[in-house]
């Protein structure tokens, strides 16, 4: 049984595209074929020199044959750094960082409270204001509320 060869497009350096959106930065195609001493080297070195790999087709030698998925994953992610494995402590200053970033957005996109009042309100309360002026020659509690303020007037009316 024969191995594998995969043809494979690699990319070098910093990813760069033209105003259609197709890759400019530099790239090569290659042949490496599978089960060989030439594509464990390959796998182990290729962070060091590609910064992403593209699988185009597989090769029996003569046909083309269907990618397997291991092997395109294999291929493409190799060039990946490998993820760390996170201590405890680690773990939970993430979930934490998490859940504050939630909480800023949750808290950023309420809207504010505001309080709507009726235009009858503040027209009514400052006529009831001047007339407690008039009534009483001095200005009233700022906190009184007309209910208020009309009970002391009423009171004062009575009693003249």
């Known amino acids: ?72 994953s294999l291929l493409e992610d190799c060039v990946k750094a490998p993820q760390k494995e996170l201590s405890a402590d680690e773990k939970r200053i993430k979930e934490l960082e998490a859940a504050v970033a939630q909480l800023m ?12 009042k009726k235009e009858g309100d503040d027209s009514e309360l400052e006529s009831l204001r001047l007339e407690f002026f008039q009534l009483f020659g001095k200005k009233p509690q700022h906190l009184l509320k007309a209910d208020a303020l009309r009970e002391k007037i009423n009171e004062k009316k009575a009693s003249l």
């Open 105 to 116: 957005a949750a808290s950023e996109s309420k809207p504010e409270k505001k309080e709507v």
């Open 1 to 72: 049984m024969s191995n594998t060869i995969y043809t494979l497009r690699v990319f070098q350096g910093k990813e760069t595209y033209d105003a259609k959106g197709n890759v400019t930065s530099e790239n090569n195609l290659m042949k490496i074929e599978s089960n060989t001493k030439q594509f464990d080297q390959f796998i182990k070195a290729a962070r060091n020199f590609y910064t992403r790999i593209e699988v185009i087709k597989a090769t029996d030698g003569k046909n083309e044959i269907e990618l397997d998925p291991a092997m395109k």
